[in-house]
């Protein structure tokens, strides 16, 4: 989507803890006695916490007692609906090309659209927070590439390969052969922090302060942060012995570049990165809040167990009702609750990349932003301005720029980041994708044109094509995914029987109009204009001004969207189920639709049910408060002016949210 322009706006697992800890399955008591505790100084009071302190295990393991396996890392996603194969046990099934999809319904044609509820860009970061803790497919080698249609009329875009590539998830060992293929996660299903520590003992070794020697004991309870920002996979010489990774876009070939975090997506964008780095942050302010009377260990496991609580705690009391989710009352740990990630809900109903702005925006003060900092930053195509008052620069940063550069993030400082997070509203949760995910994903566009980033001129800059929303409507293919109505089935709706039911529009007819080709209107490029724009008020909106980029939340095209996809499906029973769930209309109060609210729904409570260790719970975090002060009922903007040099004040009370004072959507 086109660029916005810059505006004013307010300034700113199972053991017990002992001497030694032993990260092994089963209970180990632990090895402090009263007679130690004279010996260190200690009330006698910390070693009757130390006593029942259960530390969570890294990988999931054990979280369920009776059934140790679930929710742990290597297992392959629970199935709520029967998979939907085209030989019953492996082949995708056929249907339309997924770039025509793309073409015809993700295709936003450089209009922004904002959320109509003023959800700020922490919904979508957070979400990827979130994402990048509890779901991870397991990749394999199958090359199954995407077809490209250069001569299609609605294709814009240039593609020098010929196909969109796009590799087929590794089956689960002894699956797709005599029975249905299935897809392993290779992360734990738990809500426990695992993009902050990892979930091998190899990670976090890394990851803490002290010798990497294959020996947690003598690690130091802080995670290492170099001058407060990850470390870079050099940081301990030898990059080569560092962590793997992911690496694409201007991290290719600079694997030692590349920030190390607990999960390997830690640097896909800026604001991931900085959520990362803020929650290392955070667990290495609750350290220090320990008394040194504590072993290194002891603090690291303490803080640990509060951070784990305070991710769920942001999740269930900020994220969930900020994006119109309510779940039944909790009525504390049921062990019958498998918590295990479904293979639904990490294929289709998790996926929310419309939502994604195009750009991110940061205020920074003149004063100690040396002017070469600002070249270095106007060179990579951040878009730089002065303050009305002159007092503080704007940076605006294209969603191009903000992959897989992690350079940014200290380059602009953690604190402007997160409050320029907040400041944003995120694009409206619909059936459209920005152009930097749905045909330029992570790709670097030719030097020389500084209008490459973003909006009309984008596909003048690019010779390849890589189409987020097109691979997610393949991948849910490729994963057996019922069709649309048989999932809105098993999640208990009723199946929608006209093209206009899914929509929630009057018509699934074209209409007559001079300016589309009659019988081809499908083809027509103009099938896709916006006739009207609104603002969050519902006033009209005139297309082509500051306000049609900065404010729309509702747009109407010359084609309903329910005549596009009975053109491009021909049936209902055919329309794929992350199609039909991101076309349809939002249920009142929230930013998602019937479907995807009933997918989140069944899927939260699951984590939150089946989880031994979530904070209502009470793993010891009632002892911490009383024992050390510490409490992890905190807000994200807490932590965020706690750790990041903001003021409380000068960030909003609920930060998922942004201020209705900016005039941003």
């Known amino acids: 989507m086109r660029r916005r322009r810059s505006r004013a706006r307010s300034s700113r697992r199972l053991i017990i803890v002992g001497v030694t800890v032993a990260l092994l399955l089963g209970i180990v008591q632990v090895g402090y006695s009263i007679a130690d505790a004279r010996k ?15 530390v969570q295990a890294l990988d999931g393991t054990g979280n369920n007692k009776s059934h140790p396996e679930w929710g742990q890392v290597g297992r392959a996603y629970l199935r709520v609906a029967p998979t939907h194969y085209a030989d019953g046990r492996s082949a995708q099934v056929a249907g339309p090309d997924a770039r025509l999809v793309s073409n015809r319904i993700f295709n936003d044609v450089q209009q922004n659209v904002f959320s109509e509820r003023r959800v700020s860009q922490w919904g979508f970061t957070w979400g990827q927070f979130l994402d990048h803790t509890f779901g991870l497919r397991a990749d394999g080698t199958e090359k199954a590439n995407l077809k490209f249609d250069p001569d299609d009329p ?10 969109i590539p796009f590799t087929r998830s590794a089956a689960t060992p002894g699956t797709g052969v005599s029975g249905p293929r299935q897809q392993t996660n290779t992360v734990s299903s738990y809500l426990d922090a695992w993009a902050v520590y990892g979930g091998s003992e190899s990670r976090l070794e890394w990851l803490r302060e002290g010798e990497v020697d294959g020996d947690l004991k003598n690690n130091g309870a802080k995670l290492l942060l170099p001058d407060g920002y990850l470390p870079r996979r050099d940081a301990r010489g030898d990059s080569a012995t560092a962590p793997p990774m992911n690496l694409d876009g201007r991290l290719l070939g600079q694997a030692a570049k590349a920030m190390v975090a607990g999960d390997v997506r830690a640097n896909e964008n800026i604001a991931l990165t900085a959520i990362q780095t803020l929650f290392a942050r955070e667990h290495n302010r609750i350290v220090d809040l320990l008394p040194e009377t504590l072993s290194e260990e002891e603090r690291f496991q303490i803080a640990r167990r509060v951070v784990i609580a305070e991710q769920q705690w ?13 779940l039944p009352d909790y009525r504390g740990y049921d062990p019958r609750v498998n918590p295990t990630l479904s293979n639904e809900f990490a294929t289709v109903g998790y996926r929310a990349h419309s939502q994604i702005h195009g750009e991110f925006e940061a205020e920074v003060p003149v004063d100690g932003f040396p002017a070469a900092r600002v070249a270095a930053l106007e060179a990579q195509g951040v878009e730089v301005t ?32 997160l409050a320029g997070i907040g400041s944003e509203s995120e694009y409206r949760n619909d059936e459209m994708i920005d152009n930097q995910l749905r045909s330029v994903l992570f790709q670097i566009p030719d030097p020389g044109n500084p209008h490459c980033l973003d909006g009309v001129e984008l596909p003048k800059c690019f010779q390849g094509v890589l189409d987020l929303g097109a691979i997610d409507v393949q991948r849910g293919r490729d994963h057996g995914m019922p069709t649309y109505n048989q999932l809105r089935k098993a999640y208990g709706l009723p199946e929608r029987t006209m093209f206009r039911a899914i929509t929630g529009e009057r018509s699934q007819t074209f209409p007559a109009d001079t300016l589309l080709t009659r019988g081809q209107e499908a083809d027509d490029p103009q099938s896709l204009d916006f006739v009207r724009l609104f603002d969050i008020e519902g006033k009209p909106v005139e ?100 750790n990041a040099g903001i003021d409380r004040d000068d960030l909003a009370d609920d930060v998922f949210f942004t201020p209705a004072e900016t005039g941003v959507a």
């Open 543 to 642: 297309a082509g001004t500051d306000a049609a980029e900065n404010t729309v939340t509702r747009g109407v095209r010359r084609t309903p969207l329910a005549a596009r996809l009975r053109s491009v499906y021909g049936s209902v029973g055919r329309v794929d189920a992350f199609v039909g769930m991101v076309c349809e209309p939002h249920v009142r109060g929230s930013e998602l639709g019937e479907l995807q609210q009933a997918m989140w729904r069944k899927q939260f409570q699951a984590l939150r049910d089946g989880d031994r260790f979530f904070y209502g719970n009470d793993p010891g975090l009632t002892l911490i408060r009383r024992q050390f002060g510490i409490d992890f009922r905190r807000t994200l903007g807490d932590l965020i002016a706690d």
């Open 154 to 163: 609605l294709e814009s875009f240039r593609d020098d390969l010929g196909v």
């Open 386 to 417: 002065p303050s009305a008052d002159g007092e503080d620069l704007e940076l605006v940063i294209p969603l191009n720029v903000a992959f897989f550069n992690p350079d940014l993030v200290a380059m602009i400082g953690l604190g402007p980041l």
């Open 314 to 326: 942001i999740t269930y009391t900020q994220f969930l009702p900020d994006m119109g989710v309510r």
């Open 40 to 54: 260190h100084n200690r009330p006698s009071s910390i070693e009757s916490f130390l006593r029942r302190f259960e």
